[in-house]
């Protein structure tokens, strides 16, 4: 046991004296946990610090029609009034240039003739010509503009869907002979007026509802509680990585070799191997939340829940660490594998944004990530979940390690040029 203490913690040793490894380990979390923080609004307010920063949206109704008039009350309503600061304005030329100046996210223009022109024809049940909203989005805030427009897609889609209702049904009623063919336009009329009038388009086109990123937990959810372990997790890999290139670079320099040649056996040298990567992740997922818990004031919940997390994190990143160096066989291909996997697990697992939709092949390919398991257990931690909502993340995360321990071991043994014959 002293023999794979003493190789797991010369390894540890090498990689935390390597000074530019330490920066990228540690720092490089620490920078975009705060710049994240910062973008957001909820840099350094504890448990207590507010949600995402209100998206600032300016609103040019040039047309005075009834649905752009529900345009404009839900976009400054208070249904969104959480999500979006919006401002009325009667300049479209001001509106673009405050766009432009990065002080506004997004500058919706609602045209004249936009709302007849999603009107049918009581007589005929045709739509005038298309009169399309105009949206400008900063390049400066693109998630920002993104959600606008997204709420305005909304709307227009649910006011084309109403149209299509209406024409449906005078067509229906006009073959079945229920309604006389004078009667049509008022009975076209009255439909529209039902599902265009200011009362129904106030609440029926859209419906805005509200939730926490988090599954349970209090209402007060910091988003820092999700920035910080997000990092922290994209990092593990490149953490895990050093550890492995060790494999391959000690082998090609013979120190391998010259272990062997020592009273330890084959088993010990790679036990030792293994515990250092693992402990390198551990220690530098350890390190990342001391250090976010006193600069940040975050709150992660339940220490025990904490420490099984991070231990089952390190453990399933070991072993994507031990598979990649399987398939290596240089230091150089090692460190290149491992920067994509790093990047492409953070993407798939949700690292960068919270709620990051997928198609459902990307949804599934995210559960192989020990990214996505560790996230939401952290989350639910910080949401004030007990250690009962870590049964599914830890038996996922602990089993993806065995399967590939496993797979690891059948590669290395199956590679010509095995790492402990040199």
């Given amino acids: 046991m002293n023999k794979i203490l003493t190789i797991m913690w010369k390894d540890i040793s090498i990689i935390f004296r390597d000074g530019a490894a330490l920066v990228l380990m540690i720092a490089g979390p620490l920078v975009l946990t705060l710049g994240l923080g910062l973008i957001t609004g909820s840099f350094g307010g504890g448990d207590d610090a507010p949600t995402i920063s209100r998206i600032p949206v300016l609103v040019v109704d040039q047309d005075g029609g009834a649905l752009a008039v529900a345009l404009d009350d839900l976009?400054?309503?208070?249904?969104?009034?959480?999500?979006?600061?919006?401002?009325?304005?009667?300049?479209?030329?001001?509106?673009?240039?405050?766009?432009?100046?990065g002080d506004a996210a997004a500058a919706v223009i609602i045209p004249a003739g936009f709302s007849a022109s999603l009107m049918p024809d009581p007589t005929s049940g045709q739509l005038p010509a298309p009169v399309a909203l105009r949206l400008y989005g900063d390049p400066g805030s693109p998630i920002g503009a993104a959600v606008v427009r997204t709420v305005t897609e909304e709307f227009t889609n649910q006011a084309v869907n109403n149209v299509a209702a209406i024409q449906i049904g005078l067509t229906q009623l006009a073959t079945s002979g229920a309604v006389a063919p004078d009667d049509l336009p008022a009975?076209?009329?009255?439909?529209?007026?039902?599902?265009?009038?200011?009362?129904?388009?106030?609440?029926?086109?859209?419906?805005?509802?509200a939730e926490s990123v988090a599954t349970?937990?209090?209402?007060?959810?910091?988003?820092?509680?999700?920035?910080?372990?997000?990092?922290?997790?994209?990092?593990?890999?490149?953490?895990?990585?050093?550890?492995?290139?060790s494999l391959i670079t000690e082998?090609?320099?013979?120190?391998?070799?010259?272990?062997?040649?020592?009273?330890?056996?084959?088993?010990?040298?790679?036990?030792?191997?293994?515990?250092?990567?693992?402990?390198?992740?551990?220690?530098?997922?350890?390190?990342?939340?001391?250090?976010?818990?006193?600069?940040?004031?975050?709150?992660?919940?339940?220490?025990?829940?904490?420490?099984l997390l991070i231990a089952a994190a390190a453990l399933a990143a070991t072993g994507w660490g031990l598979l990649l160096a399987s398939l290596s066989s240089n230091a150089g291909q090692i460190t290149t594998l491992g920067t994509a996997a790093m990047l492409i697990f953070g993407i798939?697992?949700?690292?960068?944004?919270?709620?990051?939709?997928?198609?459902?092949l990307l949804?599934?390919?995210?559960?192989?990530?020990?990214?996505?398991?560790?996230?939401?257990?952290?989350?639910?931690?910080?949401?004030?979940d007990g250690l009962a909502s870590l049964v599914t993340p830890l038996t996922a995360l602990v089993l993806m390690a065995l399967i590939l321990f496993a797979l690891s071991a059948v590669l290395f043994r199956r590679r010509q040029s095995s790492i402990l014959t040199g």
């Fill in 216 to 245: 349970g937990g209090t209402a007060g959810f910091n988003p820092m509680a999700f920035f910080a372990p997000a990092m922290a997790l994209l990092f593990l890999m490149y953490a895990v990585t050093l550890g492995a290139r």
């Fill in 348 to 360: 798939l697992g949700g690292s960068f944004v919270p709620g990051m939709e997928f198609g459902p």
């Fill in 187 to 209: 009975v076209g009329q009255a439909m529209g007026e039902q599902l265009f009038g200011a009362e129904a388009t106030a609440g029926a086109l859209i419906t805005v509802r």
């Fill in 75 to 101: 976009l400054r309503g208070d249904d969104l009034s959480g999500l979006l600061a919006a401002e009325a304005w009667n300049d479209e030329a001001a509106a673009r240039e405050s766009v432009g100046n």
């Fill in 251 to 307: 082998r090609r320099e013979g120190t391998l070799a010259r272990m062997l040649a020592a009273p330890v056996n084959a088993a010990q040298v790679l036990s030792g191997k293994v515990a250092g990567i693992f402990m390198t992740g551990f220690l530098q997922m350890s390190v990342l939340i001391l250090l976010t818990t006193l600069m940040y004031q975050l709150n992660w919940g339940n220490p025990l829940g904490v420490l």
């Fill in 363 to 384: 949804q599934y390919a995210g559960m192989i990530t020990p990214n996505r398991w560790a996230q939401d257990g952290f989350i639910s931690l910080a949401s004030g």
